[in-house]
Nanobody
Framework: QVQLVESGGGLVQPGGSLRLSCAASGRIRSIYDMGWYRQAPGKQRELVARITRGGSTNYADSVKGRYTISADNAKNMVYLQMNSLKPEDTADYYC??????????????WGQGTQVTVSS
């Protein structure tokens, strides 16, 4: 199986920064892409940012210029640097990855989530 574990969430003041990390482990042959999603109370889960194995990135309009996604392909890790945080960024943040396992199965996996709270 494949596991994704997020870390780095917490409570920050508006204008502050956080860096989220996600480590993928398990029966991984390759990772097609990895991304970050978030879900605020009463709202649907939405894409925040994604990055392909080739380094192409995509961001939600609401975070462009403030968030940066990066990856360490050799370590099967993805990061999300969040700057200039706003209360609207408060949500549970989830890592996901499209993975081809060592037995040839391609599946999308999700982490357990990490809470980000932006409040004064």
């Amino acid at each position: 199986q494949v596991q994704l574990v997020e870390s780095g969430g917490g409570l920050v003041q508006p204008g502050g920064s956080l860096r989220l990390s996600c480590a993928a482990s398990g029966r991984i042959r390759s990772i097609y892409d990895m991304g970050w999603y978030r879900q605020a109370p009463g709202k649907q889960r939405e894409l925040v940012a994604r990055i392909t194995r080739g380094g192409s990135t995509n961001y939600a309009d609401s975070v462009k210029g403030r968030y940066t996604i990066s990856a360490d392909n050799a370590k099967n890790m993805v990061y999300l640097q969040m700057n200039s945080l706003k209360p609207e960024d408060t949500a549970d943040y989830y890592c996901n990855a499209a993975v081809r396992t060592v037995v040839g199965v391609r599946s999308v996996y999700w982490g357990q989530g990490t809470q980000v709270t932006v409040s004064s």
